[in-house]
């Protein structure tokens, strides 16, 4: 049978279509043949797996290298692993190129870039003070040519840099440089080499904020890590997280500064909030464990009447169905007509907030706003939110507690003094 892939995003269909139906775009499929050799197992007869006892498997322990930027270091869990595959996604002008700079510092490497002329590259890294001797540049872009060269290098330098990964392409695969199967077919390379010869490899991909179907998303299990750079252009403040980490935890965050001299790593765990001390309703401050050190936010909401038959939920920096499933937690146990109302959640700094230990001050700055009061001054609240309205302690309560108080918060919301969320009421302040 005859089938037709789009080179774009990689969709099947028995027939041809002038615009693919799933990414909407023109003069994109085509006839399956040159997709065959690498997606289609042919018939065979029955073959017995090869089994193995695990404890025959001779393994290596594989070396980690620092890069000496602390906050990256600790983030991907100690340094760079030989041979792993990071792949570090973010919007354009965040800062991915930067960082990336900046962690090889004093490390040989190759850097290719179909992004910025080798010039552009030099005077930026003069800027942020990179050690130049052992920093090998190309904007080759074809993905075979760039592993010969590294291949031949290979004992010279100690990371392989593709800046971007949209940028690159494959001699082997049909497709528009950046569709998707062209940033699979290279990634799958490249993440090959890298564990043959032991290569650390960084990959930057961009996303855009509606998180982008036919992005480097596709290509997260391909690589041993995956790093995000996130935060508002406008502010200067950038986290570093990690969603996948085969050689470490998922759960520590980096934060840096953009500064005219490059990154600067923060310390401060109120980077996040809003300096002004005035307390308008909507507005709450949680407190959150991110690996080994609590960060604090703020979360915005308003809660305004609606116009439309199905009232809008607009939800920036927190998931959108945690969002939901809280709402309708908060409608009934505080007993809220949201059905009437709009409501837009943001999480102040472009940042996005993963823990549930956010929960209750989400919906504490809900009630504050929908009932135009505000939350005491000072305070803030940690905790996670049940199906039926109870609060639920979080690790390390005690422990974020604490840095809340010493950082000069008055009060703290907890499962220590609020066993369900209607107790919110009693702490409301005009
Ligand atoms: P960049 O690393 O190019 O972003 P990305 O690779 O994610 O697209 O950096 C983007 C912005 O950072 C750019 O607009 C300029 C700013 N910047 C500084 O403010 N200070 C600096 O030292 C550098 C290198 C960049
Ligand atoms: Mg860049």
């Given at each position: 049978?005859?089938?037709?892939?789009?080179?774009?995003?990689?969709?099947?269909?028995?027939?041809?279509?002038?615009?693919?139906?799933?990414?909407?775009?023109?003069?994109?499929?085509?006839?399956?043949?040159?997709?065959?050799?690498?997606?289609?197992?042919?018939?065979?007869?029955?073959?017995?797996?090869?089994?193995?006892?695990?404890?025959?498997?001779?393994?290596?322990?594989?070396?980690?290298?620092?890069?000496?930027?602390?906050?990256?270091?600790?983030?991907?869990?100690?340094?760079?692993?030989?041979?792993?595959?990071?792949?570090?996604?973010?919007?354009?002008?965040?800062?991915k190129s930067?960082?990336v700079?900046?962690?090889?510092?004093?490390?040989?490497?190759?850097y290719i870039s179909g992004e910025e002329?080798?010039?552009?590259v030099?005077?930026?890294?003069?800027?942020?003070?990179?050690?130049?001797?052992?920093?090998?540049?190309?904007?080759?872009?074809?993905?075979?040519?760039?592993?010969?060269?590294?291949?031949?290098?290979?004992?010279?330098?100690?990371?392989?840099v593709i800046d971007s990964?949209?940028t690159?392409?494959?001699?082997?695969?049909?497709?528009?440089?950046?569709?998707?199967?062209?940033?699979?077919?290279?990634?799958?390379?490249?993440?090959?080499?890298?564990?043959?010869?032991?290569?650390?490899?960084i990959?930057i991909?961009?996303?855009?904020?509606?998180?982008?179907?036919?992005?480097?998303?596709?290509?997260?299990?391909?690589?041993?890590?995956?790093?995000?750079?996130?935060?508002?252009?406008?502010?200067?403040?950038?986290?570093?997280?990690?969603?996948?980490?085969?050689?470490?935890?998922?759960?520590?965050?980096?934060?840096?500064?953009?500064?005219?001299?490059?990154?600067?790593?923060?310390?401060?765990?109120?980077?996040?909030?809003?300096?002004?001390?005035?307390?308008?309703?909507?507005?709450?401050?949680?407190?959150?464990?991110?690996?080994?050190?609590?960060?604090?936010?703020?979360?915005?909401?308003?809660?305004?009447?609606?116009?439309?038959?199905?009232?809008?939920?607009?939800?920036?920096?927190?998931?959108?169905?945690?969002?939901?499933?809280?709402?309708?937690?908060?409608?009934?146990?505080?007993?809220?007509?949201?059905?009437?109302?709009?409501?837009?959640?943001?999480?102040?700094?472009?940042?996005?907030?993963?823990?549930?230990?956010?929960?209750?001050?989400?919906?504490?700055?809900?009630?504050?706003?929908?009932?135009?009061?505000?939350?005491?001054?000072?305070?803030?609240?940690?905790?996670?939110?049940?199906?039926?309205?109870?609060?639920?302690?979080?690790?390390?309560?005690?422990?974020?507690?604490?840095?809340?108080?010493?950082?000069?918060?008055?009060?703290?919301?907890?499962?220590?003094?609020?066993?369900?969320?209607?107790?919110?009421?009693?702490?409301?302040?005009?």
């Open positions: 049978m005859t089938i037709f892939i789009c080179t774009n995003c990689g969709y099947g269909s028995a027939s041809w279509y002038g615009k693919c139906p799933n990414c909407n775009q023109w003069h994109t499929l085509i006839e399956n043949s040159s997709f065959e050799k690498n997606s289609t197992v042919k018939k065979e007869s029955l073959k017995k797996v090869k089994i193995v006892s695990l404890d025959k498997i001779t393994t290596k322990t594989l070396s980690r290298t620092k890069t000496g930027v602390y906050e990256f270091d600790r983030v991907v869990g100690g340094g760079l692993t030989e041979g792993e595959t990071i792949l570090l996604s973010g919007e354009p002008g965040i800062g930067t960082l700079l900046q962690i090889l510092q004093n490390l040989p490497c190759l002329a080798a010039e552009q030099k005077n930026r890294a003069l800027r942020l003070g990179v050690n130049l001797k052992n920093f090998l540049f190309s904007s080759d872009l074809q993905v075979e040519g760039i592993i010969e060269v590294a291949k031949e290098i290979k004992e010279k330098i100690k990371v392989l990964i949209q690159v392409y494959s001699k082997d695969v049909e497709g528009i440089t950046g569709g998707i199967s062209q940033i699979k077919e290279t990634t799958k390379k490249l993440v090959e080499f890298a564990k043959k010869n032991l290569l650390t490899t990959i991909g961009h996303i855009t904020k509606e998180g982008d179907i036919a992005g480097p998303k596709t290509l997260e299990h391909y690589v041993d890590c995956v790093l995000n750079f996130e935060g508002e252009k406008l502010s200067d403040y950038r986290l570093l997280r990690t969603t996948k980490n085969r050689f470490g935890t998922t759960d520590e965050i980096g934060v840096f500064q953009m500064t005219e001299q490059g990154l600067k790593e923060i310390n401060n765990p109120l980077v996040f909030i809003n300096q002004n001390k005035d307390n308008p309703p909507g507005k709450a401050i949680v407190g959150i464990n991110e690996g080994k050190r609590p960060l604090f936010f703020e979360i915005q909401t308003l809660v305004v009447p609606t116009v439309l038959a199905v009232p809008r939920r607009v939800v920036k920096g927190m998931d959108y169905n945690k969002v939901l499933l809280l709402l309708a937690v908060a409608k009934k146990y505080l007993f809220l007509s949201l059905d009437k109302f709009d409501v837009y959640v943001n999480v102040v700094g472009g940042v996005s907030i993963k823990s549930p230990t956010a929960d209750l001050g989400l919906i504490a700055s809900l009630y504050s706003s929908i009932k135009n009061f505000s939350l005491p001054v000072d305070s803030f609240f940690i905790g996670e939110v049940g199906l039926l309205g109870e609060v639920r302690p979080v690790f390390f309560e005690q422990k974020i507690i604490s840095e809340g108080k010493r950082l000069g918060f008055k009060k703290s919301f907890s499962s220590v003094n609020l066993s369900n969320i209607n107790q919110i009421k009693n702490y409301l302040v005009k």
